[in-house]
């Protein structure tokens, strides 16, 4: 099959608009999957009330947000203006979760203006009634290259909590090779280094991830379109580390669906919300092709290949912006 790429829905308004007869929410509306009790909702995570509404009193175990800390970087607002409506959701995410539960935010730094919005950040949530628990870095296999400076390849992924969460020890035990040596200690009168001394040829998981790919187009669970998707195996470490099987998690920017996923996967409930119609409509997408054809994403293709193929004014302007070639068939 030819390849079948969307380009950056974010960069794209006018492909977004072609894009949205297309879509089952508008906004303001939820979906509700029948099967395991998933939902969707297509509002703000600013939505107090309509937070609320979609969990129906039920407290979630754990949060998982990824919001869109690009706009500071495209000068959107200002990192103070970005900390203040940071602060909003994460009141509403505070309001959401169990007494015993746990956060994850994904946030980046910009390291040509200041690492913004980074510290206005973590100052904001040092108001907050969550507690700081770890900053944990996941390293990119492939980072944005420079000649003048440290080539990036890290994401920062920050960890909190409420009261005493579950932290589930197993599930920090993965297959990362031991790849540092030293650490020398004496047992027993002989001196051995950190990679003999333990019994199992792999390590736990700590605050650095080495092991988890950055995704990219030749990867199952690339989704074409979106814009700094997660990768599934982090998701997947966080879930099974902080919640148990049929917990509530929550994730109040969806993008790509991979929160939705990994609860699918781990028999998790997710409860997701995302202000744009198309991106919900891609995380539906998405747990739909995942159950009918077990794939995380579309290597080679994407969320509206169908409709693409089959409507002239998609494929005009995919063709005349971007030189695409659309195939004709599936």
Known sequence: MANF???RLDKDEQLKELLLPYCRLKKGDVWSD????HKIGCFSAEESSKIKKI??????KLAVHDPPYNIVAFQKMSAKEYADWCKVWVLNTEQILDDDSSLYV?????QNNHLEPFAE????MKKSNFNTRSFITMRNQRGFGTQKNWMAVRQELLYYTKGEPAFNIDGVYTKINKVLKGYFKDINGELLENTERGKSDYIRASNVWIDVQQVFYLMEENVNGCYAQKPLKA???IINVSSNPNDI???FFAHAGTTLIACEKLKRKCITVDIDPIHCEISIRRLENFRENGK??????NPFAEEILSDTKIKNHLEKKYNLEIPKEL
Request: hydrophobic share 45%; glycine share 6%; charged share 30%.
């Open 5 to 7: 790429a969307l380009p």
């Open 34 to 37: 029948p099967k395991r009790k």
């Open 55 to 60: 969990l129906r009193n039920k407290k979630a």
């Open 106 to 110: 994904w946030l980046g730094a910009d």
């Open 121 to 124: 950040f973590i100052i904001m």
């Open 235 to 237: 998701l997947e470490r």
């Open 249 to 251: 998690v929550v994730d």
């Open 296 to 301: 995380t994403g579309w290597q080679k293709s």
